[in-house]
């Protein structure tokens, strides 16, 4: 009898089980990368109404985590280099339409039978959506204007567009300059040794090694191509829901600006 009482499930502990599946569900759909903010973010979605401080006790309970840990930087002002820079950005990321302001980075990856390959990026500040992106072999000025011509193709009305990106001698190119001048978009570069002037672009690779490429073993050029179009346009634009942008995904909130619903972040 009172091994059967103990037994006896309350309607808390069935609802916590189909809370936990549901939790479960979510974090392992996210490639086990959401923490408790975005998992109850998800199930407000959905529609069901449970607090914050229930979601983070049954992940604990669970030992479920994201596998993303945040990074400590020590930043010294003193390491601040003071030189005249063409920097027109000044790291004021606000937006108040897409294609305002346009953030670019190269980011190099490990192949097995290729040895590093580069991923270069093109970020649109407003909706935070990788508008572009461009997988090779080498880290040359072909790779950076190619992804730029894919960005423009993609958007079209570059007017009173600006692009930041770090000094990097493709970026400072008179090839890359001088395509930029003539499509009538704005340079903007980083300080020299300032990481924080490219901050969001900067920060989507390091997420995307965090969430996918240390997770990976790719083979050679070609499959990494495939895999950065899989977490790129399939996850991350379309279903990463994404904190500055009001938890929804890149694609979800560019939709709702077409429908006239935009959402301030």
């Excluded at 401080?53 to 309970?61: A, F, P, S, T, Y």
């Excluded at 072909?142 to 493709?170: C, E, F, P, W």
């Excluded at 499959?223 to 399939?234: A, F, N, V």
Aim: aromatic share 12%; hydrophobic share 30%.
């Amino acid at each position: 009898y009172y091994y059967w009482v103990k037994e006896v499930k309350t309607q808390r502990d069935i609802e916590n089980k189909i809370l936990y599946d549901i939790i479960k569900s979510i974090w392992q759909d996210s490639r086990k990368t959401y923490g408790a903010v975005r998992i109850h973010k998800k199930l407000r979605k959905l529609g069901l109404e449970v607090n914050i401080k229930r979601v983070r006790r049954l992940m604990k309970e669970n030992q479920i985590k994201s596998i993303i840990h945040k990074k400590f930087r020590n930043y010294n002002k003193s390491d601040d280099i003071k030189e005249a820079a063409r920097n027109i950005l000044k790291r004021n990321f606000d937006t108040e339409k897409l294609n305002e302001k346009w953030v670019s980075d190269i980011t190099y990856i490990w192949t097995r039978k290729d040895g590093w390959c580069y991923l270069s990026s093109i970020m649109d500040l407003h909706s935070r959506r990788i508008i572009s992106h461009k997988v090779g072999k080498f880290m040359d000025i072909k790779l950076v204007i190619d992804t730029l011509k894919m960005a423009i193709y993609k958007r079209g009305d570059t007017t009173n567009l600006i692009i930041h990106t770090d000094r990097g001698s493709q970026y400072m190119s008179k090839e890359y300059r001088k395509f930029c001048a003539k499509k009538g978009i704005s340079i903007s570069y980083s300080r020299k040794g300032n990481p924080y002037d490219n901050a969001c672009i900067e920060s989507f690779h390091a997420t995307l090694k965090k969430e996918y490429v240390h997770n990976e073993n790719f083979e050679n050029l070609e499959s990494l191509r495939s895999g950065m179009y899989e977490y790129i346009e399939i996850w991350y634009n379309n279903s990463r829901i994404h904190s500055k942008i009001g938890f929804t995904s890149p694609n979800e909130y560019e939709e709702s600006m077409k429908k006239g619903n935009e959402k301030i972040a």
